[in-house]
């Protein structure tokens, strides 16, 4: 007998609020702000992330990720900086992977001295670097895979033992893998976070965040959390759980574009780089095999040297150049000019992020669409250029 709900059955089925009144085929939206606080078993209240619709998709959250508890909050910054706040306190000290989203770089940089917390990156995104860089005082390891935007990968289960091995927590952003393609508590991480206005939305139409780990743990968070209210609404709770029901069949359309896309890059004569882990030729392709389920639909590039990344994107005439990513749409941008744009040019050099570096959200259009956009918007930069 089989034990286990497939991906398609978990994101269809798994954490449903039942329509009990009226028997309808997908959730009821529960909007109430107030809640009877006797004679029930659960005290319900929005910045407590308990109202039916939260408290349901939770469920579902944690079932994807193969953990006990999942909550909700307001953004993907507000997961991961509820989770860090949750974990750290005055003294602590952090260890952060190289290569990471901008915005949780600016955070620690900006925000951890704040609230006496120190913290340090990593030279590299292998377990020796983060080894090297752990102190007596360190409590949270955090780390991302793949990274955001040259999609390096980084061993999550040597990660894991590492931070085991010295008592500390370790925290995984699965935004760019999604849970079809990683499931990081397999390999031993204790939280797994997500931007799930990405791959979880997947329709550019919400902003939210996610967060998975065993219940011990879950309750630290919440505990800091319900001070800190950074809950989601349950208008975008409902909104979220339409858009996970067709997550693994989105999900595995942009990892099979997304492949072709950097096979055609790849041998490209007016590209210089691709950065994709599901490439022979990525330093980590082997590690990715063993570690993911699907190479993802994000990927990253650098034109030939000489042409206008900017000008590249603004000859597009079906890709969108736009923030955001892991819509069914396709889009691109520059990371110097959005998601990395806090970061200094300095900071940005360490990680190898070059400002004409183009970051390819690669969507469910066919891939012969795809082709013939980029095509037709290399034509008119290499003309461009050939005049200057």
Same mark, same amino acid.
């Given at each position: ?119 340090? &990156? ?8 983060? @080894? ?5 005082? #360190? ?5 991302? #895979?793949?990274?955001?935007?040259? $999609? ?17 927590? *370790? ?15 397999? &390999? ?7 931007? /799930? ?17 065993? @219940? ?15 809950? $989601? ?6 909104? $979220? ?53 699907? &190479?993802?639909?994000?990927?990253? &590039? ?28 396709? #889009? ?6 959005? *998601? ?37 918007? $290399? @034509? ?5 250029? /050939?005049?200057?």
């Amino acid at each position: 007998m089989k034990k286990t709900k497939g991906i398609n059955t978990i994101c269809t089925h798994v954490g449903e609020v039942k329509d009990e009144q009226f028997k309808g085929a997908v959730s009821p939206i529960y909007m109430s702000s107030s809640y009877a606080f006797e004679d029930v078993d659960v005290k319900r209240y929005p910045r407590y992330y308990n109202t039916p619709n939260q408290e349901a998709l939770g469920k579902k959250i944690a079932a994807l990720e193969h953990a006990e508890a999942g909550m909700l909050f307001g953004s993907g910054m507000a997961a991961i900086s509820h989770c860090l706040m949750a974990f750290l306190k005055a003294g602590d000290h952090i260890v952060f992977q190289q290569t990471l989203y901008g915005g949780t770089y600016n955070f620690a940089v900006t925000q951890l001295e704040k609230y006496g917390i120190s913290y340090s &990156f990593t030279n590299g995104w292998k377990v020796e670097d983060f @080894e090297k860089e752990i102190n007596s005082n #360190t409590k949270v390891i955090y780390i991302e #895979t793949p990274s955001n935007p040259l $999609l390096t990968v980084t061993n999550i289960e040597a990660v894991a033992n590492l931070a085991k091995a010295n008592g500390i927590v *370790s925290m995984i952003d699965n935004t760019f893998a999604s849970p079809v393609n990683q499931n990081p508590v397999d &390999f031993g991480i204790d939280i797994v976070l997500h931007s /799930a206005t990405k791959y979880m939305g997947g329709h550019s139409d919400i902003c939210a965040g996610a967060v998975a780990c065993s @219940e011990k743990h879950m309750k630290q968070i919440w505990e800091s959390s319900i001070c800190f209210g950074g809950s $989601l609404s349950d208008q975008t709770v409902w909104l $979220l759980e339409r858009s996970l029901k067709t997550m693994g069949l989105r999900v595995r359309a942009q990892n099979q574009n997304a492949l072709q896309m950097a096979s055609f890059l790849n041998k490209h004569t007016e590209i210089d780089a691709v950065y994709y882990p599901g490439l022979a030729a990525h330093p980590e392709h082997d590690l990715a095999k063993k570690q993911m389920n699907g &190479f993802g639909g994000m990927l990253s &590039f650098e034109l030939k040297e000489g042409l206008d990344a900017s000008l590249f994107l603004s000859s597009l005439k079906l890709i969108k150049p736009s923030m955001s990513l892991a819509g069914v749409e396709s #889009t691109m941008l520059l990371p110097v000019k959005t *998601s990395h744009s806090l970061m200094s040019p300095e900071d940005r050099a360490k990680q190898g992020i070059k400002d004409g570096l183009i970051r390819f959200s690669v969507g469910i259009e066919e891939t012969e669409d795809l082709i013939y956009d980029i095509e037709q918007a $290399l @034509e008119v930069v290499t003309a461009k250029t /050939a005049l200057v």
